[in-house]
């Protein structure tokens, strides 16, 4: 794909059911109807292929079936695909990862981020979420150049740490993808909020799909949003499954970090975030 600045997005909101070929199939028509529609990145939520209450009923590992099908179809379709995320399982160690994917437009995985932030709350309800109980924590902070843009990762829970949004930042990302599985009992307080202000603070888009409506975990929020980097929502999702469009400037972007200059007004002789050596070293090995 040769370098856009300014490109069509679609955001895919899903009510993810707990049977894999049921969500395969209608992944596959969102797909085909947004790549019809002109989109060069197509988006999904967390958890998008199925759902279980707890331990995963259907955890893959890379080329398994969810894996193969969006690769799949980005190639035949000459679009980039962001496969928000599924269970990674990892056979020799039977850890499971919560796993986004991003295929280019020859099928290729060219990002893969594994959820650093397990959900591990209680919520206003009283109802408490142990994600760590199942799901082990990624390591590495990712962002990839695309002819798209930088893109930074990061999945649900992640989006309530700012240090995470601020170092994909600092690693150049210039659009976050923030899929989602979003309790409707804190989703209704803070999703809006929390995706504005990393918007605002780093200068970059915020892509968030959502889930919407009961699945077998919670009742998920909906409301897809795509903010742009001045804090603007300038695409939601209503009730149910669909898909959303927006539009992405890159150039639009670099004229407000000029304008606000906040990353480079930063005082980091007063203060300093980094990222694991260990990680840094992995991450520019490429591994
Ligand atoms: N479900 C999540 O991982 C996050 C969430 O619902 C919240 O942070 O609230």
């Known amino acids: ?15 993810t059911s707990c049977q894999l070929k049921d969500n395969l199939v209608k992944i596959e028509k969102f797909i085909r109807v947004a790549a019809q529609e002109g989109a060069k990145l197509i988006a999904f939520p967390e958890v998008m292929n199925i759902i279980d209450s707890h331990t995963p009923s259907y955890s893959e590992s890379d080329g398994g079936e969810t894996f193969r099908l969006l690769s799949r179809l980005a190639k035949t379709l000459g679009v980039y695909i962001h496969g928000g995320s599924w269970s990674e399982t990892i056979p020799a160690s039977k850890k499971h990862y919560n796993t986004s994917y991003l295929f280019d437009d020859k099928g290729i995985v060219v990002g893969k981020y594994r959820k650093i932030h397990t959900f591990d709350i209680t919520d206003p309800s009283g109802q408490i979420y142990r994600e760590s109980d199942t799901v082990t924590s990624g390591q590495e902070v990712v962002v990839v150049e695309t002819p798209l843009g930088k893109l930074g990762f990061a999945i649900c829970y992640d989006l309530r740490f700012p240090e995470l949004h601020r170092l994909l930042a600092l690693k150049g990302a210039e659009i976050i993808f923030n899929p989602s599985d979003f309790n409707l009992m804190t989703g209704k307080d803070h999703w809006e909020v929390l995706l504005r202000a990393r918007a605002i603070e780093n200068g970059v888009y915020m892509i968030a799909a959502d889930q919407y409506g ?13 903010v742009n980097p001045w804090g603007t929502v300038i695409a939601r999702a209503g009730d149910g499954e669909q898909i ?3 539009d992405i400037d890159l150039d639009g972007l670099a004229e407000i970090r000029n304008r606000m200059q906040t990353l480079e007004n930063r005082q980091s002789e007063v203060y300093r975030l980094s990222e694991n050596a260990q990680n840094v ?3 520019t090995d490429g591994k």
Not at 1 to 15: D, F, G, S, T
Not at 214 to 226: E, F, P, R, W
């Open 244 to 246: 959303l469009y927006a």
């Open 1 to 15: 794909m040769v370098p856009c600045r300014q490109y069509k997005i679609a955001i895919v909101q899903l009510q």
């Open 281 to 283: 070293a992995r991450n």
């Open 214 to 226: 009961q699945n077998a975990k919670m009742l998920a929020y909906g409301n897809s949003l795509v």
